[in-house]
């Protein structure tokens, strides 16, 4: 089955840096890559996503990129601001398997001020 | 945050009972699936239902439960054959249609065996 690797388990900038994380994913059929912010004991919120017919989409400070020949997708905050603190989670479906999302374990990223 | 809701916000329960956490959308969303969270992990599938009478297992089904009489409801019970459901639970919907897998997520669902 589809499977989501997330590196690097946890991340730490100083405030005004750039953070990138990266994820790969198994399945060729995938074609929806959301990523998701969690702060500590909330839900998942979406922040970016991107479908396989794009290559790269921006919204102020945050950008994914996906490369579909390697099978994987990246994550990038610039200008990092403490409040950017949370769990960022990558996900991967496709939608012949019912729009179901695989997750990525997880990447903490620590701002400091 | 309207328009996906779980409750309780925090449940407990005594080992071999099984307790039923609800999830409710008022979004009309056809699609809505149960994740389970560990923590320091990701979020795995449990059940997930495409429309209403149906639903699949997902990749951790075993001793769990699912229903979908309705539309905006899909509760999801914990059995006491789950050998370890203290866990954080998140219910999420999403519209059908090939171009919307963006998936919604309720507040969560505290379960804590005793």
């Known amino acids: 089955g589809e499977n989501v690797e997330q590196h690097p388990s946890t991340l730490s900038v100083q405030e005004g840096d750039s953070a990138v994380i990266k994820c790969t994913y198994s399945d060729s059929a995938s074609n929806y890559f959301p990523w998701y912010k969690q702060e500590l004991g909330k839900r998942p919120q979406l922040i970016i996503d991107?479908?396989?017919?794009?290559g790269e989409k921006k919204d102020q400070r945050i950008a994914v990129t996906l490369n579909k020949t390697a099978k994987h997708f990246s994550l990038h905050i610039t200008e990092t601001q403490p409040e950017d603190s949370a769990v960022y989670f990558c996900a991967a479906s496709s939608y012949n398997q019912g729009g179901k999302l695989i997750f990525g374990q997880g990447t903490e990223l620590s701002v400091k001020p | 945050d309207g328009g996906i809701t779980q409750s309780p916000k925090y449940l407990f329960r005594k080992e071999g009972q099984n307790v039923t956490l609800s999830c409710e959308q008022n979004?009309?969303?056809?699609?809505m699936y149960w994740y389970r969270q560990d923590p320091g992990q990701g979020l795995r599938l449990i059940y997930y239902s495409q429309i209403v009478n149906d639903f699949q297992k997902g990749d951790i089904a075993e001793g769990y439960s699912v229903s979908r009489e309705k539309k905006e409801s899909f509760p999801l019970t914990v059995t006491s054959a789950q050998k370890n459901p203290t866990a954080f639970y998140l219910c999420?919907?999403?519209?059908?249609?090939?171009?919307?897998?963006?998936?919604?997520f309720g507040p969560g669902t505290r379960l804590t065996v005793l």
């Open positions: 999420a919907s999403s519209p059908a249609g090939q171009f919307s897998n963006e998936q919604f």
């Open positions: 991107i479908r396989s017919n794009v």
């Open positions: 979004l009309n969303h056809d699609a």
